[in-house]
């Protein structure tokens, strides 16, 4: 893991789905780049597990579906340390592999619910905190998906697609604040959430990777650590691709 020492210093983020994957490596990096990080999670043994191996990082269990448990989630980490600077908003899940009209309903509400709900939850629960120092770093996972959809993954692939529509529109909100709001469009990396998947889906998935390959969750926590960190001035409401080639627009 490269890290740039210094380059968190005193800021404070919270991630959602911090336990593992893409989220608990970027808190890693935050973390070893001198920032405070806040793992939010429903998995507890998993955020135990997060916790021991990051030093210094402080966790909740919170479901990200449930506004008002992100809300109080949000307050006291603000409470705690003055302020809170960064979200990277990863908690996700894939839902069945199923066509449109074989998807069970009940299912296609959990997953618009955590993937999309959650990250609206999320965002508006940090935004004010933000503002009150016109700062901010916010930093939405949604998918290749979101862009090209994929068969069998209707429900992932629709609110991947929200996740892309609500990060332009809460980034031109913020343009002329000190807050970024930018999400990023992974293809298929190494992840825990693949075991949500059937290998057919997997291997679907990664057919349509020009490098041949699934992405590695460290080149994914790179890319979300550059958005998080005060570089990314420039940047805001935008879709970041890392694909390994999959994505042409």
Known sequence: MTTYPGRFQHRVAAITGGASGVGREAAARIAAEGGQVFLWDRDEAALAAAAAAIPGAETARVDVA?????????????????????????????????????????????????????????????????????????????SVAGKEGNPNASAYSTAK???????????????????????????????????????TQIDYMKSKIPMGRLGEVEEVASLVCW????????????????SGGRTTY
């Open 161 to 199: 697609a929200g996740v892309i529509g609500l990060t332009k529109s809460l980034g031109k909100e913020l343009a002329r604040t000190g807050i970024r709001v930018n999400c990023i469009t992974p293809a298929t990396f190494k992840s825990p959430i693949l075991s949500q998947l059937p290998q």
């Open 227 to 242: 958005l998080a960190s005060e570089e990314c001035s420039f940047s805001t409401a935008a879709t970041f691709d890392i």
């Open 66 to 142: 449930d506004a008002g448990d992100v809300t109080r989630a949000a307050e006291a980490a603000c409470r705690a340390h003055g302020r809170l600077d960064i979200l990277i908003a990863s908690a996700g899940i894939t839902g069945p592999t199923a066509t449109l009209w074989e998807y069970p309903v009940e299912e296609w509400r959990r997953v618009i619910d955590i993937d999309l709900n959650g990250i609206f939850n999320s965002c508006r629960a940090v935004v004010p905190l933000m503002l009150k120092h016109d700062y901010g770093r916010i930093i939405n996972i949604s």
